[in-house]
């Protein structure tokens, strides 16, 4: 059965997202309810990965911090970001969470696709990628890449939530408090930044376009 496509139109706080997960995810478990993919935006804040390095938040006091207890380290979430949480069955799609984070990443790369950007994955780096030949190398000579979506999942008895959240438009110096997903030198982009007039409805249509999942609207 397709999962349920939930967009929420107002910023819902942190913590209320989090508890409307932990409830999706029981119902999923016990059988009440279908898989969902739910599309919103988070006021200002930071979330800590189950991976995060408390060096990595250079300003703990700029905006409230949570722990997100998914995989990965610190991230950026908040207006002009698309977030999708994803509560789906993984044990159902072959029980293989890298393949199932591999997934998440083409979806992203397809949906950037629609409108002309190459978006890139690298190895041992997940998310999503943009490469900026417009700007200075590093200063050992690497090429420079910018971050456009991020990408953390959590498990509960094989079903996930947690997700993707791509940058459409979102304040890029609110990244500044901390280093995006620990990786220091290469910077975070936007599809605004990059000079495409991409409202968030236009992206969300481009999600349900090129979704690996029949979805319905909830």
């Known amino acids: 059965m397709a999962p349920d496509w939930i967009t929420s139109d107002a910023p819902v706080p942190y913590p209320t997202a989090l508890a409307e997960m932990e409830a999706r995810v029981a119902s999923i478990l016990d059988g009440t309810a279908r898989e969902a993919l739910w599309l919103l935006e988070h006021p200002p804040l930071y979330t800590a990965g189950t991976s995060a390095d408390p060096a990595d ?9 949570f722990e997100a207890r998914r995989g990965g380290q610190y991230t950026y979430h908040g207006p002009g970001q698309r977030v999708v949480y994803c509560m789906l069955d993984v044990g159902a799609r072959g029980r293989d969470v ?17 409108f002309g950007l190459t978006g890139e994955i690298r190895p041992g780096r997940v998310g999503v990628w943009i ?9 050992d ?3 420079r890449e910018d971050k456009i ?9 094989w079903v996930s939530f947690h997700g993707i ?3 459409v438009e979102p304040d890029l110096s609110h990244f500044d ?9 290469h910077g975070v982009t936007s599809l605004v930044d990059l000079g495409l007039p991409v409202t968030m409805e236009d992206l969300d249509s ?3 376009r090129t979704c690996p999942w029949i979805t319905t609207e909830a």
């Open 206 to 208: 481009a999600l349900q």
């Open 131 to 139: 490469a900026r030949p417009d700007k200075p190398p590093l200063p």
């Open 165 to 167: 959240s791509i940058n």
């Open 177 to 185: 408090g901390i280093v995006p997903c620990g990786i220091s030198g």
């Open 149 to 157: 979506a991020a990408i953390g999942i959590r498990l509960r008895r």
């Open 57 to 65: 938040l250079r300003e703990p006091d700029r905006f409230p911090v």
């Open 141 to 143: 000579g690497t090429p």
């Open 98 to 114: 890298r393949a199932f984070v591999e997934t998440l990443e083409h979806w992203v790369i397809a949906a950037l696709a629609e």
